[in-house]
């Protein structure tokens, strides 16, 4: 089941939310619970079983190292955290990677060992690296042990952030998952959250995927150099307002029912360079590497040259974390190669740049991660690169203006392609700006507001016409599942 459907919209939420509404305080985690494993079991009943099983491993580690610690038995206790670990990522890399190293042994040494045609079990890299943090930070102290079941099952399946993140960790929610407040107000501020992800999923997300796919259906003799941009441009377009907009429907869920959620974009696209835009994307994955894996390696405290293994271990691990696919190691390298450019040359050119020229430094840093982005989307690394060419190629380029074969030329293909795509495109680019927040903070700060911290009038039209909107648009649409479900 998928936020942006219309059985979650009008059979499953609202029933969830009714009953939750009149549901005793003490129940309301194993309601949450039970509707949780309904929500995921709706795609795949027989996965349920796998996140059951993390569920109670780190739920037993969590008690072990919580009763090792209170002995002073500290290798008992790190032992324990250590089986979590090594479990946790047994558990994702055999669902997720088994087949991948079979076919790269396969390829390296001409063996022919069958694949397990693994099915990847949705959300496991998400729920996986939430229950790792759990018993890495029940270990560390910084929270204390759920002693509850059923209140941390109900956090690891908690719905809203189950299948696409972001990433809560446990110590993000640990007063809420035991003490939180059915707020109507609240409520209200998080219905409209949740419509506006809604909108950034089904009315530019999915347009921009449409028009990205009709471009990948040319064969890739026949890429132009206009073709290739304008499907970078619509994938750049699509990734961000899919899962920020996933991310903002969760968050909003999560208000909700009572819980805070961190924030897991701040507008990446007007980043000024590449650690800006990983400071900004996905804040939440970038958090947890940055806590549970760069500094425990020594972070930059250990001189250059390990600082540098540190941020190599990381990439790769952040690249291989997106799938199973040599395409996304390359794109993690190709971050770790553009950030240790960065930070040895291009950082200290860019503060000679005056200040009222920062938009070339943004225009530099989206033309580098819209790359990054035709790395991502092509499994098939030379099609990568046919695309990768044909976006640097004068050749390419003047294909895509050749207008002597009449309707049919290439000519025709990319003025076709623009006038289909230049509306979505304009809204999009400014739409992942802080421009229509700011302006729409401005008009909204003169509406009517019933309190501190209630929402305005305007904010509740605005949610009603993006509710509206984005119904009418999935009634007449087919399936459509979010890009971060299959990582």
């Given at each position: 089941?998928?936020?942006?459907?219309?059985?979650?919209?009008?059979?499953?939420?609202?029933?969830?939310?009714?009953?939750?509404l009149f549901c005793p305080n003490r129940a309301r985690n194993l309601f949450l619970f039970i509707?949780?494993?309904?929500?995921?079991?709706?795609?795949?009943?027989?996965?349920?079983?796998?996140?059951?099983?993390?569920?109670?491993?780190?739920?037993?580690?969590?008690?072990?190292?919580?009763?090792?610690?209170?002995?002073?038995?500290?290798?008992?206790?790190?032992?324990?955290?250590?089986?979590?670990?090594?479990?946790?990522?047994?558990?994702?890399?055999?669902?997720?990677?088994?087949?991948?190293?079979?076919?790269?042994?396969?390829?390296?040494?001409?063996?022919?060992?069958?694949?397990?045609?693994?099915?990847?079990?949705?959300?496991?890299?998400?729920?996986?690296?939430?229950?790792?943090?759990?018993?890495?930070?029940?270990?560390?102290?910084?929270?204390?042990?759920?002693?509850?079941?059923?209140?941390?099952?109900?956090?690891?399946?908690?719905?809203?952030?189950?299948?696409?993140?972001?990433?809560?960790?446990?110590?993000?929610?640990?007063?809420?998952?035991?003490?939180?407040?059915?707020?109507?107000?609240?409520?209200?501020?998080?219905?409209?959250?949740?419509?506006?992800?809604?909108?950034?999923?089904?009315?530019?997300?999915?347009?921009?995927?449409?028009?990205?796919?009709?471009?990948?259906?040319?064969?890739?003799?026949?890429?132009?150099?206009?073709?290739?941009?304008?499907?970078?441009?619509?994938?750049?377009?699509?990734?961000?307002?899919?899962?920020?907009?996933?991310?903002?429907?969760?968050i909003g869920l999560g208000q909700i029912f009572g819980f805070h959620f961190p924030e897991n974009?701040?507008?990446?696209?007007?980043?000024?360079?590449?650690?800006?835009?990983?400071?900004?994307?996905?804040?939440?994955?970038?958090?947890?590497?940055?806590?549970?894996?760069?500094?425990?390696?020594?972070?930059?405290?250990?001189?250059?040259?390990?600082?540098?293994?540190?941020?190599?271990?990381?990439?790769?691990?952040?690249?291989?974390?997106?799938?199973?696919?040599?395409?996304?190691?390359?794109?993690?390298?190709?971050?770790?190669?553009?950030?240790?450019?960065?930070?040895?040359?291009?950082?200290?050119?860019?503060?000679?740049?005056?200040?009222?020229?920062?938009?070339?430094?943004?225009?530099?840093?989206?033309?580098?991660?819209?790359?990054?982005?035709?790395?991502?989307?092509?499994?098939?690394?030379?099609?990568?690169?046919?695309?990768?060419?044909?976006?640097?190629?004068?050749?390419?380029?003047?294909?895509?203006?050749?207008?002597?074969?009449?309707?049919?030329?290439?000519?025709?293909?990319?003025?076709?392609?623009?006038?289909?795509?230049?509306?979505?495109?304009?809204?999009?680019?400014?739409?992942?700006?802080?421009?229509?927040?700011?302006?729409?903070?401005?008009?909204?700060?003169?509406?009517?507001?019933?309190?501190?911290?209630?929402?305005?009038?305007?904010?509740?039209?605005?949610?009603?016409?993006?509710?509206?909107?984005?119904?009418?648009?999935?009634?007449?649409?087919?399936?459509?599942?979010?890009?971060?479900?299959?990582?």
């Amino acid at each position: 089941m998928v936020f942006s459907s219309m059985v979650f919209l009008t059979v499953f939420l609202p029933s969830v939310f009714l009953i939750y509404l009149f549901c005793p305080n003490r129940a309301r985690n194993l309601f949450l619970f039970i509707a949780s494993l309904i929500f995921y079991a709706w795609g795949e009943p027989a996965y349920i079983f796998i996140m059951l099983f993390s569920t109670v491993f780190d739920y037993v580690n969590g008690r072990l190292i919580e009763h090792f610690r209170a002995q002073s038995r500290e290798k008992a206790a790190k032992t324990v955290m250590i089986v979590s670990v090594v479990g946790n990522l047994a558990i994702l890399g055999f669902f997720k990677y088994t087949d991948f190293f079979i076919k790269t042994i396969n390829q390296l040494s001409g063996s022919a060992i069958g694949l397990l045609n693994i099915a990847l079990p949705v959300g496991i890299s998400f729920y996986t690296f939430q229950t790792m943090s759990y018993t890495i930070d029940v270990y560390r102290g910084d929270v204390k042990a759920q002693h509850n079941i059923i209140s941390f099952g109900m956090y690891v399946c908690l719905f809203p952030q189950l299948i696409a993140g972001p990433i809560v960790r446990y110590k993000d929610i640990a007063e809420e998952v035991d003490n939180r407040h059915f707020i109507p107000s609240q409520i209200a501020l998080g219905m409209y959250r949740f419509s506006i992800g809604l909108a950034k999923k089904v009315l530019l997300a999915n347009k921009a995927g449409d028009i990205y796919k009709d471009i990948t259906s040319i064969h890739m003799s026949d890429l132009t150099g206009p073709a290739v941009l304008i499907s970078a441009v619509c994938y750049t377009i699509q990734i961000y307002f899919d899962f920020s907009g996933y991310s903002d429907m969760a968050i909003g869920l999560g208000q909700i029912f009572g819980f805070h959620f961190p924030e897991n974009f701040n507008y990446p696209y007007q980043s000024k360079s590449i650690t800006e835009f990983w400071r900004r994307w996905h804040m939440t994955l970038g958090t947890w590497f940055r806590e549970y894996v760069y500094i425990p390696l020594g972070g930059n405290r250990k001189g250059f040259a390990r600082q540098i293994l540190n941020l190599l271990i990381v990439w790769s691990l952040t690249g291989f974390w997106h799938g199973a696919s040599w395409n996304f190691i390359l794109w993690g390298l190709y971050y770790f190669v553009l950030l240790l450019i960065e930070k040895c040359l291009m950082l200290r050119l860019w503060k000679k740049l005056p200040e009222k020229l920062g938009f070339i430094r943004v225009i530099v840093t989206m033309i580098l991660v819209m790359c990054g982005w035709i790395l991502f989307s092509h499994t098939d690394l030379d099609e990568a690169a046919a695309y990768m060419k044909a976006l640097f190629s004068s050749e390419a380029w003047k294909a895509g203006f050749d207008f002597r074969g009449g309707h049919i030329s290439t000519g025709y293909q990319t003025v076709y392609l623009f006038r289909g795509s230049l509306v979505l495109m304009a809204v999009g680019i400014i739409g992942a700006t802080e421009i229509p927040h700011r302006a729409f903070t401005i008009v909204d700060s003169k509406s009517k507001r019933h309190g501190e911290g209630q929402i305005s009038d305007l904010q509740m039209i605005l949610s009603l016409i993006l509710m509206l909107l984005s119904v009418m648009t999935l009634l007449s649409d087919s399936f459509n599942p979010f890009l971060y479900f299959r990582f």
